[in-house]
């Protein structure tokens, strides 16, 4: 059976705190939620693993070097694993780590390694919480997108009175579910992705191809499947496995991926088309492999139907979202083919820049819709997915709803 509920990484540090932590599993659990514990060796002084194996009934992760639930590296599967992953006490040290990037326990390695949303609930003394290298650290990660909830005011372990005090474990677990529920904001909506590049046959053994590699395509389609959509992927020849819980159908040339397209857009409301489409074919390809003793001048290429026009022309009460990569600023040629193809936003992103784009796992966008532009900054395939979803859902559940309801 699969078990379908969110997975959130719980990351324990050494603070008198550390014993509230297995209330907040506990009251996470009761919400559905699958919780695996990290800790640090600092909080085994205030807790031991037992407690949070017995409560959780998941091996609990110590260090980096003992590896015996998973033949994989731990810190990087439980990164890839995680929905969220909240560190509840966080302790004045590992706001520092976190801040600066350090990576030299499992916890720290997990919470840099991973792209889920990152809860963070400080606990320490007064004086160390108002410290300006503390407060520096918070806003900081706040600036990162860590949702940091704020200790509270009351007596510390230390004696004294005053803020620093672990967040009510209720008050932690709610931020926690939030973020791992926000994520089912496409149930039922009907989702049409296509990735990576197309292959056009020159002859039996050539193709003109190009550099489209499919992550960012694969990372929506996931991302939406993950938050209830019905997504259905049609992908170009890439490595990349099948999403968990798309219905994946793999094509090679530009033809084929519009048959497969075609076929399935009577059922979706949205159209994520992220493909590098190839815009020219090889007019007649040849069936045997052309011996270069045959010699080979030119190759006349003819146009391949732009797919994504074809369905802005058909678009009824859809959304659609188109991708443009360019050399140089994207803005200009985005909002042409916003207005061309019948969109409702390009995603749009200069490929020139080194380091990003195709290929890489990173990216670097612009959304160019009718009425505005937003610059997204730098970030990571996966949190690229999640930071367009956050922005399409409002309009792919209209979409979703209006069509349903017609
Ligand atoms: N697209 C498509 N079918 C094609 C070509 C492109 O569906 N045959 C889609 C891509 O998936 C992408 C968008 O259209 O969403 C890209 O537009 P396109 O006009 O192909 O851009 P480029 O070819 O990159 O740029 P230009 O036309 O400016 O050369």
Same mark, same amino acid.
């Given at each position: 059976?699969?078990?379908?509920?969110?997975?959130?990484?719980?990351?324990?540090? $050494?603070? =008198?705190?550390?014993?509230?932590?297995?209330?907040? +599993?506990?009251?996470?659990?009761?919400?559905?939620? &699958?919780?695996?514990?990290?800790?640090? !060796?600092?909080?085994?002084?205030?807790?031991?693993?037992?407690?949070?194996?017995?409560?959780?009934?998941?091996?609990?992760?110590?260090?980096?070097?003992?590896?015996? /639930?998973?033949?994989?590296?731990?810190?990087?599967?439980?990164?890839?694993?995680?929905?969220?992953?909240?560190?509840?006490?966080?302790?004045? @040290?590992?706001?520092?780590?976190?801040?600066? $990037?350090?990576?030299?326990?499992?916890?720290?390695?997990?919470?840099?390694?991973?792209?889920?949303?990152?809860?963070?609930?400080? +606990?320490?003394?007064?004086?160390?919480?108002?410290?300006?290298?503390?407060?520096? @650290?918070?806003?900081?990660? &706040?600036?990162?997108?860590?949702?940091?909830?704020?200790?509270?005011?009351?007596?510390?372990?230390?004696?004294?009175?005053?803020? #620093?005090?672990?967040?009510?474990?209720?008050?932690?677990?709610?931020?926690?579910?939030?973020?791992?529920?926000?994520?089912?904001?496409?149930?039922?909506?009907?989702?049409?992705?296509?990735?990576?590049?197309?292959?056009?046959?020159?002859?039996?053994?050539?193709? =003109?191809? @190009?550099?489209?590699?499919?992550?960012?395509?694969?990372? =929506?389609?996931?991302?939406?499947?993950?938050?209830?959509?019905?997504?259905?992927?049609?992908?170009?020849?890439?490595?990349?496995?099948?999403?968990?819980?798309?219905?994946?159908? &793999?094509?090679?040339?530009?033809?084929?991926?519009?048959?497969?397209?075609? *076929?399935?857009?009577?059922?979706?409301?949205?159209?994520?088309?992220?493909?590098?489409?190839?815009?020219? &074919?090889?007019? /007649?390809?040849?069936?045997?492999?052309?011996?270069?003793?045959?010699?080979?001048?030119? =190759?006349?290429?003819?146009?391949?139907?732009?797919?994504?026009?074809?369905? #802005?022309?058909?678009?009824?009460?859809?959304?659609?979202? *188109?991708?443009?990569?360019?050399?140089?600023?994207?803005?200009?040629?985005?909002? !042409?083919?916003?207005?061309?193809?019948?969109?409702?936003?390009?995603?749009?992103?200069?490929?020139?820049?080194? $380091?990003?784009?195709?290929?890489?796992?990173?990216?670097?966008?612009?959304?160019?819709?009718?009425?505005?532009?937003? @610059?997204?900054?730098?970030?990571?395939?996966?949190?690229?997915?999640?930071?367009?979803?956050?922005?399409?859902?409002?309009?792919?559940? /209209?979409?979703?709803?209006?069509?349903?309801?017609?």
């Amino acid at each position: 059976m699969t078990d379908n509920r969110p997975t959130i990484v719980l990351g324990v540090t $050494g603070c =008198i705190a550390a014993y509230k932590a297995a209330e907040l +599993a506990r009251t996470l659990m009761r919400a559905d939620m &699958r919780v695996k514990v990290v800790m640090t !060796e600092a909080a085994q002084h205030f807790v031991g693993a037992a407690t949070f194996r017995a409560l959780t009934g998941e091996p609990v992760a110590t260090t980096l070097w003992d590896d015996q /639930a998973s033949a994989r590296v731990f810190h990087v599967s439980l990164a890839e694993e995680a929905d969220v992953m909240v560190i509840a006490p966080a302790t004045a @040290n590992t706001l520092a780590k976190l801040a600066s $990037g350090r990576a030299d326990d499992l916890l720290s390695t997990t919470a840099l390694a991973t792209e889920a949303p990152l809860v963070i609930a400080p +606990a320490m003394n007064v004086h160390m919480w108002r410290d300006e290298a503390t407060r520096t @650290n918070v806003e900081t990660l &706040r600036s990162r997108r860590a949702i940091v909830v704020e200790p509270e005011s009351g007596e510390l372990a230390c004696g004294e009175v005053g803020e #620093g005090r672990l967040a009510d474990v209720e008050t932690i677990a709610t931020a926690v579910i939030a973020e791992a529920r926000r994520t089912r904001d496409l149930e039922g909506v009907g989702v049409l992705v296509t990735a990576g590049g197309t292959q056009e046959p020159i002859d039996a053994v050539r193709f =003109i191809g @190009n550099r489209g590699s499919g992550k960012t395509g694969f990372a =929506i389609a996931e991302e939406a499947a993950r938050r209830g959509a019905r997504v259905t992927l049609v992908a170009g020849p890439t490595e990349l496995p099948d999403p968990f819980g798309v219905a994946t159908v &793999r094509v090679t040339t530009a033809a084929e991926m519009r048959d497969a397209v075609l *076929g399935a857009y009577a059922d979706a409301d949205v159209v994520v088309a992220s493909a590098a489409v190839a815009d020219f &074919r090889p007019k /007649a390809a040849s069936e045997a492999k052309i011996k270069k003793a045959d010699g080979l001048a030119s =190759i006349e290429l003819e146009r391949t139907s732009d797919i994504l026009a074809e369905l #802005g022309e058909d678009r009824g009460l859809r959304m659609l979202v *188109g991708f443009a990569a360019e050399t140089g600023d994207p803005v200009p040629s985005a909002q !042409e083919k916003l207005e061309r193809k019948g969109l409702d936003v390009v995603v749009a992103n200069d490929v020139s820049v080194p $380091g990003l784009g195709f290929a890489s796992d990173r990216n670097r966008v612009t959304l160019v819709w009718h009425d505005r532009v937003e @610059n997204l900054h730098e970030m990571g395939k996966k949190q690229l997915a999640r930071e367009l979803w956050d922005r399409f859902a409002k309009r792919a559940r /209209a979409a979703h709803e209006e069509r349903t309801h017609r």
